[in-house]
């Protein structure tokens, strides 16, 4: 991605990193663009909240049937922005935006209903005291996504069709490496009825536009990207108390054990290392083998990596691995293949760039014999390099699974259930798959997310709902006393009545019988 300037504006020039080609060019937005936008999304999400729920599901079904209608010119510009074969563009991004999609329309009218709170021990007294409290969810108004390029529609439009059934307005600041994507994805959902400034795509780059975004003042910042800019991205939230969601790195472990099947394993090892190019924050990065079957399990791992087609992934289906989405990530996988060399690992296939093609492609690598605290292991590589390694003992193997500072996804392998799902609760991932990997992010009803430098907060699911509404918590009094015990004038008898209750109502010893009837008489008064 270059940028240009041209009558004092200032352009993103876009090329094809597959092909090397210019693929368009998009004029950018400007920092002070941000208040106006903001202003017109508050007046937009007021309309939209107003709408009746058959109002807003026409609009929200409209839009689903408009991305479907619309596939082959969504997956063009994904696989034009990012160099991703056409198959995995539809088989990824776009399905992962048609399964937030149905989910949001079905979870539309469920995500507001109205839930009464169960007062525990208190559910009797508060009965007899005529008082009830109950949760009327409400949206919370401007919800700000700012996504990355490697799931260019995936990611910002799962995200905002959560927010927008959650009644919310959207901002989405996509990445200055995949700007036309989310602009072409703003199209089709106008096109379909989407209310006018209800979503916007501000263009520009994230120090700019975005930074204007993150002080302003938005109801919540939805962060998926990088370690370094989430930190910023807190930091910056921070000075109005921004909520933020943080969708960060990944490092995700596979747990072989040695009764697991190892075709298939070999299999989703393969997709699960290489999809995308390695560039998924949920790709497999090491693959932890039971030593008694590791050199089976890398033999078929290795034959079916080196089966696998690199190149320009759109005319051609029979492409699995496209580019790197720029030269400099084509430099840093050189970069992490040394300093791998030199902390002892060795490169069993792959470890360059491609010299037979055109672009940033950058050979599939599998790298053994890497020490556990290397920074092969440990630090997250965003590209097509995986590490291998093994283990005695399944204790081990958690051991070395959780011993990561990335907590995001990952897998157990084997053909008992019950120790999968024994093992995949030790492991410290968000998300964890017994016997398949990745795919949960197309079931858009699981939650999203992990822990350590992975971030925190939900996207997707009930959980991710939680982040998009407010719990409004309403409590209601029939006004049956003519005062509460607490309140003015305090009197030693009080504080004596006050004592005598709550030794009645909480103390071992205690009844409840006669603290109702010391709470009867305080309140009766
Ligand atoms: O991230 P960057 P990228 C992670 C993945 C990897 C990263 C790759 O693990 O670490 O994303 O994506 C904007 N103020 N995930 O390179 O550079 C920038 O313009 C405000 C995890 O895009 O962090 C872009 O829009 N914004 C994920 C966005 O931040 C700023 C799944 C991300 O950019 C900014 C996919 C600033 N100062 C990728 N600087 C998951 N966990 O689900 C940059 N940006």
Redesign the pocket.
Known sequence: MQSSTEAGEEYIIKTNPATLEEFGRIKCDHPEDVPAALQAARLAQSKWMKLSYDEKAVVMSNIQEAIISNIEDLARTICGETGKPKSEAIATDIFAALSAGEYANDMMLEVFKKSKIDLGDMAFPMKLAGRSSYIAPRPIGVVAI??????PLG?PYSQTIMALAAGNAVII?????TPLTAVKMLEVMKKAGLPDNLVQVLIG???TV??AL?TSDVDRIVF???GS?GR??MAQASQRLTPVTL????KDPMIVLKDADLERATSAAVWGSFVNSGQ??VCVKRIYVDETIYEQFLELFKNKTLMLKQGWGWDDQEISLGSLINEAALNEMEMHVEKAVNEGAKVLIGGKKNPNLKGYYFEPTILVDTPQNSAAVQE?I?GPIVTVMKFSSEEEAIALANDNKYA?AGSVWTANLIKGKVLAELVSSGTVVVNNLLYTYGLAATP?GGNGE??FGRTHGKFGFEELTEPHHIHVDKGKYPEDPWWFPYSPEKSESLSGFMHSFYAQDGSSIKALLQLHKMMRK
Not at 146 to 151: D, H, L, M, R, T
Not at 247 to 250: I, S, W
């Open positions: 700012i996504s990355p390029w490697n799931y990611i600041k996509p990445s200055s490496e780059s994230g120090r975005g930074d993150l998926t990207g990088s800019v910023r991205v969708e960060l790195g990944g998924t924050c997250e965003f995001l999203w992975s971030g």
